[in-house]
């Protein structure tokens, strides 16, 4: 079935150390998603990535699509502790004419040690 | 900022009983999803609409569950009967169409089953 696998599930790190979270398709995107959801609250939009090898950046987050749009990374450089939440990827999977389902990987939880 | 509205935003039951969720979208958005999500997961598609009509509901338990969007605008998530393993946080979320835009998440609705 369409699944999107993301790893690690957790990821412990010095403030000021970089992190970074990993997302992996069996079958080719139409697009894919990050998100960041805070403890207690509801996913949030980060970032969308459509094109083969696109890389973007928002300050220290660095977000990759691989060349076959089937994987995804989201880097962070120099955490800080206003990064803590769970990151989650999630794979547009195309359904039929201007529609595809979105599909959430199992999200990756960043703690932050200052 | 526009809202995605649901309700209740708690919601205690016993098994064997019925429970409906509320969903009231970004006024103009197209696409409306629910969403379960388990404490430490990800969240997991239950069904998409796009305006009335279901783009996606393989993942619905169509023994228990239903959902509605009867004139493309609001829609209603329903459990009955209601049983232990449904106890979770049910998201609805929208976006403008159905491929290439960000999803905007209501606070959800904690369901708890007894």
């Known amino acids: 079935g369409q699944q999107v696998m993301q790893i690690p599930q957790y990821q412990h790190v010095q403030e000021g150390e970089d992190f970074t979270t990993y997302c992996n398709s069996s079958?080719?995107?139409?697009?894919i998603q990050w998100y960041k959801q805070r403890p207690g609250g509801h996913p949030v939009f980060l970032i969308q990535?459509?094109?083969?090898?696109e890389v973007k950046k928002q300050k220290r987050l660095t977000f990759q699509f691989g060349e076959a749009k089937k994987n995804s990374s989201l880097h962070i450089t120099a955490t800080q502790t206003t990064d803590v939440g769970t990151y989650f990827c999630?794979?547009?999977?195309?359904?039929?004419?201007?529609?595809?389902?979105?599909?959430f990987g199992q999200g990756t939880t960043l703690q932050v040690k200052p | 900022e526009a809202e995605v509205a649901q309700s209740p935003r708690y919601k205690i039951t016993e098994k064997s009983q019925a429970v409906a969720f509320w969903c009231d979208p970004i006024?103009?958005?197209?696409?409306l999803y629910w969403y379960r999500q388990i404490l430490g997961q990800g969240p997991e598609l239950l069904v998409q609409?796009?305006?009335?009509?279901?783009?996606?509901d393989s993942q619905l338990p169509k023994d228990r569950f239903s959902a509605e969007r009867l004139k493309g605008v609001d829609s209603t998530l329903k459990i009955q009967p209601a049983e232990l393993g449904d106890s979770a946080m049910y998201l609805c979320?929208?976006?403008?169409?159905?491929?290439?835009?960000?999803?905007?998440f209501g606070n959800g609705t904690r369901l708890t089953v007894t």
């Open positions: 079958t080719t995107l139409s697009n």
């Open positions: 990535l459509v094109k083969s090898g």
């Open positions: 609409f796009q305006d009335e009509s279901v783009v996606d």
């Open positions: 979320a929208s976006s403008f169409t159905g491929l290439g835009s960000p999803l905007h």
């Open positions: 999630a794979g547009r999977f195309h359904v039929s004419g201007n529609t595809g389902k979105l599909i």
């Open positions: 006024s103009g958005h197209a696409t």
